[in-house]
């Protein structure tokens, strides 16, 4: 059974950095790309970044270009993303997901989710 377990959310001032950590409990890993998605309460799911099944495809989301970057370790079966220069408005609970596709932005294409990490950002 495919589980993501995402982690390092927590309580940041403005300015500061997290690094939020996606583990995958299934041995083909390598075959899907990854994404990181954040939801506000009462608001839609929003695209944050993704990355194909090695590294060399990255995409992101308008609002986080050049403070977040995500990247992956095949061998540990896990995604990464890390946040600099966190905002107020990045306060969120973000999810990882895992696609068979490559490149997409929109929720309906992956076909796994972890539970979440709320990371908050304080003013």
């Known amino acids: 059974q495919v589980q993501l377990r995402e982690s390092g959310g927590g309580l940041v001032q403005a300015g500061g950095s997290l690094r939020l950590s996606c583990a995958a409990s299934?041995?083909?890993?390598?075959?899907?790309?990854m994404g990181w998605f954040r939801q506000a309460p009462g608001k839609e799911r929003e695209f944050v970044a993704g990355i194909g099944r090695t590294e060399g495809s990255r995409y992101y989301g308008d609002n986080v270009k050049g403070r977040f970057t995500i990247s992956r370790d095949n061998a540990e079966n896990t995604a990464y993303l890390q946040m600099n220069n966190l905002k107020p408005e990045d306060t969120n609970v973000y999810y990882c997901?895992?696609?068979?596709?490559?490149?997409?932005?929109?929720?309906?294409?992956?076909?796994?989710w972890g539970q979440g990490t709320q990371v908050t950002v304080s003013s």
């Open positions: 997901a895992a696609t068979s596709n490559e490149d997409e932005t929109g929720s309906q294409y992956y076909d796994y």
């Open positions: 299934w041995v083909t890993f390598g075959n899907f790309a």
